[in-house]
Each structure stands twice: as C-alpha cells, then as structure tokens.
C-alpha cells in the first residue's frame, strides 16, 4: 500500500516536471516566433520605407528639375532672344510642375495624418449628384484629349447625405483620374451613383483599362506599397491615391471595393452611408488611425 503510494507520488511528481518543462518550451518557442514576427515585420517595414524614400526622391525631383530648368532658360530670355510664345510655354511648364509637386505634398500630408489619427472631416449636408457633376467637368477634356469615351448615370432624386463634400470629390477624381490614366485609347470610363436598399448610396466607376491582378491590387490599397517597376505602369506616382481614397471613404463610415481583370478593365465602388449610420461613421473616425 505504501509501496503504491510512494510510485503515485512519483509518476505525479514526474508528470509535474514533465508539465513545467513542456510549458517553459512552449513558453520559449512563442518567444522564438514572436521575436522572428517582430524581426520580419521591421525588415518589411525598413524595405517599404527604404522605397517609398526613392519612390519620393523621384517624384520630387522630376518637378523640381522642371521649375528649376525652365526658371532658368526664363531668366535668361533676353540672352537667348526667346520668343514671347516659348515665354508663355515655359510658364506653363513650370506652373503644372509646381501643381504637381504641390499634389505630391499633399498627399503625403494627408496620409501622414490620416495613420496619425489627426485628420478631421467638415461633415455637412450634401448632395452626391452635386459633387459627382461638379467632378466629372472637370474631366471632360482629359478624357477627350485621352481617346477616351466618358460616360455617366445619376439615378434622379438621391438624398442628401452626411459628408465632407471637399474629401468625397478628391475621393471621386481620383477614381475618374486613374480610370482615364489607365485605359487605352478608344476604351470606355462609365461612372454610376445610385441608391442601396440601406439608405446608402453608392458610386461606381467602371473602365474598360489594363485592369489589376489580386496582388496587385492588395499593393494599390496598401500605403508606400510599391511593386516591380516592370508591372507598375498603374502604379505610377506616389502610390497614395487609393490608399488615401479607401481611408477617406472609411472614415466617412463607409467602403470602398475594387474588383479587376487584367486586360479587361477595373470597377471601383464606393458606399457612402445615410444620416443613420453618422454616429458609427464618427466612431471610426476616431479609430481609423491606429488600424491604418
């Protein structure tokens, strides 16, 4: 009896062992994987930084050079006798690079404080139908000068809807912007706002371009995301057009969807929700910025 004792406290002293040991190793191994996570995700880190710097590099100095070229050959118009026509050119070359340069800035401004959980909406009434005209306008010759038939369909009489009426163009042209950029000549841009059974209404904008893999387009939604260059003609610029636009949309509470073929084109919707759904809108505002 004693005997069965002492080899129970023994198999139970030897299971406890066993137990500690296994649960240190345990402990040790998820140790081991964090430490290799964490060291992975600063390696990426350090990588889409170290390419976003020479990504921006590029973009800022191809307007620079711009200003700083023709700025010179204007200062120097009367030793080069140039002609009032080549005066008025330049200008205009250095006042679209200075836009562009401009636009770079801000982009990286904006996106700076959307992840900083800085960035502030002026929510008001609007009309999309308003916003959406006043957008494609200003689109008309780009698509002209493209080759590209622009087209468009506003379902009659959609309620005003809680928004910064500013952030939802700047949302809106850059889908029209690359839809044109990317769709060849002779091809099709079709933009769509209509009414979901929710009380949310969205806007789609179709094109009949080069279109986007999956990969691709997880890159295109990604902030400083860059990819092989011999790929990337829809990944010219800063990169941070969608990622900007996805993250407006988002803190307006709402969506923004991608669905692509390559070849065949890309249509990009996004959902932009009622007076209902403004008190959750405010919510993710707050925490969009640490899930960026």
Do not use: C
């Given at each position: 009896?004693?005997?069965?004792?002492?080899?129970?406290?023994?198999?139970?002293?030897?299971?406890?062992?066993?137990?500690?040991?296994?649960?240190?190793?345990?402990?040790?191994?998820?140790?081991?994987?964090?430490?290799?996570?964490?060291?992975?995700?600063?390696?990426?880190?350090?990588?889409?930084?170290?390419?976003?710097?020479?990504?921006?590099?590029?973009?800022?100095?191809?307007?620079?050079?711009?200003?700083?070229?023709?700025?010179?050959?204007?200062?120097?118009?009367?030793?080069?006798?140039?002609?009032?026509?080549?005066?008025?050119?330049?200008?205009?070359?250095?006042?679209?690079?200075?836009?562009?340069?401009?636009?770079?800035?801000?982009?990286?401004?904006?996106i700076?404080?959307?992840?900083?959980?800085?960035?502030?909406l002026?929510?008001?009434?609007?009309?999309?139908?308003?916003?959406?005209?006043?957008t494609?306008s200003?689109?008309?010759?780009?698509?002209?000068?493209?080759?590209?038939?622009?087209?468009?369909?506003?379902?009659?009489?959609?309620?005003?809807?809680?928004?910064?009426?500013?952030?939802?163009?700047?949302?809106?042209?850059n889908?029209?912007?690359?839809?044109?950029?990317?769709?060849?000549?002779?091809?099709?841009?079709?933009?769509?706002a209509?009414?979901?059974?929710?009380?949310?209404?969205?806007?789609?904008?179709?094109?009949?371009?080069?279109?986007?893999?999956?990969?691709?387009?997880?890159?295109?939604?990604?902030?400083?995301?860059?990819?092989?260059?011999t790929?990337?003609?829809?990944?010219?610029?800063?990169?941070?057009?969608?990622?900007?636009?996805?993250?407006?949309?988002e803190?307006?509470?709402g969506?923004?969807?991608?669905?692509s073929?390559?070849?065949?084109?890309?249509?990009?919707?996004?959902?932009?929700?009622?007076?209902?759904?403004?008190?959750?809108?405010?919510?993710?505002?707050?925490?969009?910025?640490?899930?960026?």
């Open positions: 009896m004693l005997t069965d004792a002492l080899e129970a406290s023994k198999s139970n002293s030897l299971i406890s062992q066993y137990s500690e040991m296994l649960g240190k190793a345990i402990l040790r191994q998820r140790a081991l994987i964090a430490e290799r996570a964490a060291r992975v995700e600063a390696e990426l880190a350090n990588k889409v930084k170290s390419e976003f710097i020479a990504n921006m590099s590029h973009e800022l100095r191809t307007p620079l050079n711009t200003i700083i070229g023709f700025s010179k050959l204007l200062s120097e118009h009367q030793h080069r006798r140039l002609k009032d026509e080549n005066i008025v050119e330049y200008a205009n070359l250095i006042q679209d690079a200075a836009s562009h340069l401009l636009s770079i800035i801000n982009d990286i401004l904006d700076s404080k959307i992840q900083s959980g800085k960035y502030a002026d929510r008001q009434e609007l009309s999309i139908e308003e916003v959406l005209r006043a494609l200003g689109f008309r010759l780009a698509a002209e000068e493209a080759g590209v038939q622009l087209e468009y369909a506003i379902e009659p009489s959609l309620q005003l809807i809680p928004g910064d009426a500013v952030k939802i163009r700047q949302v809106i042209s889908l029209i912007s690359n839809a044109i950029k990317f769709t060849h000549e002779g091809g099709k841009v079709t933009v769509e209509f009414r979901l059974a929710d009380g949310s209404v969205a806007v789609r904008v179709r094109d009949t371009g080069i279109g986007m893999s999956e990969d691709e387009i997880r890159i295109a939604l990604t902030p400083f995301g860059q990819v092989d260059g790929r990337s003609r829809w990944r010219e610029g800063t990169g941070l057009g969608l990622p900007i636009a996805k993250a407006l949309v803190l307006h509470g969506r923004l969807d991608i669905r073929v390559k070849n065949e084109g890309t249509e990009v919707t996004i959902t932009l929700p009622g007076n209902h759904h403004l008190a959750m809108a405010e919510a993710r505002e707050t925490a969009l910025g640490t899930r960026l």
